[in-house]
């Protein structure tokens, strides 16, 4: 096993939000990428191949919410888990792309760093 950092994007468009989360999971020992959308996380997932997980909010401007972009990521990037949140509505697991967990806000900071570890072990 090396010794890499695991590689996490945030997806969150609200600003204070991703900001806490993305400083909790890199205190955590984490490697963080983060969007605020979409758009940018196609992007970012697009540029660092390294990325092995993804947390993102399903409450989302600009059209594409946290579901269709999980859809989306689980379509392009099969090994990549995926971890859904949303503090508006609950989302049953048969909703989800297969390897996803659904987690409601507010989400405690400890389940998330454990699921991450589990969901990436291999």
Do not use: C, Q
């Not at 945030?10 to 020992?29: K, N, P």
């Not at 409450?59 to 689980?74: C, E, I, T, W």
């Amino acid at each position: 096993m090396d010794n890499d950092p695991i590689a996490v994007l945030v997806v969150e468009d609200e600003v204070l939000i991703r900001m806490s989360i993305v400083a909790e999971l890199e205190d955590a020992g984490f490697e963080v990428f983060e969007a605020s959308n979409a758009a940018e996380a196609i992007e970012v997932l697009i540029a660092n191949t390294r990325i092995r997980l993804m947390f993102t909010d399903i409450d989302m401007p600009g059209g594409v919410d946290g579901l269709k972009l999980a859809a989306s990521v689980r379509d392009r990037w099969p090994p990549i888990k995926i971890i859904v949140t949303s503090g508006h509505r609950s989302v049953d697991v048969d909703a989800l792309p297969v390897e996803a967990r659904f987690m409601a806000k507010p989400y405690d900071l400890d389940s998330v760093i454990l699921s991450i570890r589990e969901m990436t072990m291999n």
